[in-house]
């Protein structure tokens, strides 16, 4: 198992929209699917937009499967990685449909899903009880 560790901001990559007839080549997209390959535990962590991902999420997630069309040597490699969600929000609300894109995303590239955890800020602070959570998180990796 790796100990270290490599963040990826989404924001900061050229990841193209999907395209059915696979013409988003030469993105970052690959790039950002081998790094996370080079790990066994794979975090995404994104705000809470209108009950689900943030768009750059979706987009990542929607270029999914072209790894299963186009790129099946790297989707393969993803079947066994764990996978975790991180979300934040502005409140405590937690929606269900949040998770679900995650979980049958997981299934669908054969990931095994560890789980998700829902995390907010209150006056511009980490509430203590998200803190113990994000603690216990971070000690099952």
Known sequence: ????????????????????????????????????LKFDT?????????????AIMKTFFDRISDLLKVRKDLGRQLRGKKMIVLACSSDQTEYPSLWQSFILSAEYLGMDYIGHFHTWIESQKIPAEVKSS????????
């Open 134 to 141: 994000l603690d216990k998180i971070i000690a099952t990796i």
């Open 42 to 54: 794979i975090i995404f962590a994104t705000p809470v937009y209108w009950y689900n991902m943030s």
């Open 1 to 36: 198992s790796k100990k270290n560790g490599h963040f990826i901001d989404l924001k900061t990559k050229n990841i193209s929209y999907f395209d059915y007839e696979h013409q988003n080549i030469g993105d970052d997209f690959i790039k950002v699917v081998e790094t996370m």
